[in-house]
């Protein structure tokens, strides 16, 4: 029996324990249940977002922007580390909030192996949605089935706008519109929370992007994704509900 790809030493992507290649020889008799529900995102207190999800995420979530060099964009889930405010107790999503692409890619990932230059289908093989005995199969007579064919297209998909959302980044920060910030929430009964390590865009430098780069923008649509991350901090005051403490019940 051979052994599927495994991905080469580097750091596993948000959420994932381990990655392994998708193989019909080790893998034919596993199912696929997306009834389980989301514990595993649990503890996710940001994930990234393609560009082409930035309007539906900002109707949600704030749209922040990771430090470093290569800013990538990220949905704010949570207040705190290992905190995500949208995965129910019953491990259910709440009914009114968008679940991020990456969140349903989940237990698949597109992984680059480097020393061939290629690409492989990956998945997380202990995740609860991976199953012997529900769900839809992940094979067919050794082929992919349509679950499977429908999940990789959606990974691809969503690896692709992910690559349009680094470079959105890329171009924001050559163009320094991007800043350091930190937050500090206090709550009205008490306690605080603060978020640091996240850039965002000042409005008042779009002004000073030349002509030409700003059509560029519109082209690409960058201005939509820029406008959507500004209304995004509107969504502030979501989390600073479903984040606040609860007052102690008295008997």
């Not at 051979?2 to 034919?28: C, D, I, Y």
């Not at 503890?43 to 977002?49: E, K, N």
């Not at 290629?118 to 067919?140: H, K, N, W, Y």
């Not at 959507?228 to 007052?247: D, T, V």
Request: with cysteine.
């Amino acid at each position: 029996m051979s052994e599927a790809p495994t991905p080469p030493a580097q750091p596993l992507p948000l959420l994932f324990k381990r990655v392994v290649g998708v193989n019909p020889q080790l893998h034919g008799h596993l199912r696929l249940d997306r009834t389980v529900g989301f514990r595993f995102a649990t503890g996710a207190q940001s994930v990234p977002i393609g560009i082409t999800e930035f309007d539906a995420v900002a109707q949600h979530f704030p749209i922040l922007f990771t430090t470093g060099p290569n800013p990538v964009p990220v949905a704010l889930l949570g207040l705190r580390e290992g905190e995500n405010l949208f995965v129910r107790p019953d491990g259910t999503w709440q009914a009114d909030a968008y679940v991020p692409a990456y969140v349903r890619a989940f237990p698949f990932v597109f992984v680059e192996d480097a020393a061939n230059k290629s690409m492989f289908v990956g998945m997380e093989p202990d995740a609860e949605q991976i199953r012997p005995d529900a769900g839809q199969p992940l094979f067919e007579d050794g082929r992919p089935s349509p679950a499977l064919n429908e999940a990789v297209q959606f990974c691809q998909a969503f690896r692709e706008a992910v690559m349009a959302a680094a470079n959105f980044g890329r171009a924001l920060e050559a163009a320094k519109l991007l800043e350091e910030e930190e937050a500090t929430v206090n709550f009205t009964i008490g306690g605080t929370a603060r978020i640091r390590g996240f850039k965002i865009v000042k409005p008042e430098r779009l002004a000073e992007v030349d002509d030409a780069t700003f059509l560029d923008w519109r082209r690409m649509g960058y201005l939509n994704a820029i406008y959507a991350h500004l209304f995004s901090a509107g969504r502030w005051g979501r989390l600073i509900e479903l984040g606040a403490p609860r007052p102690a019940v008295t008997h």
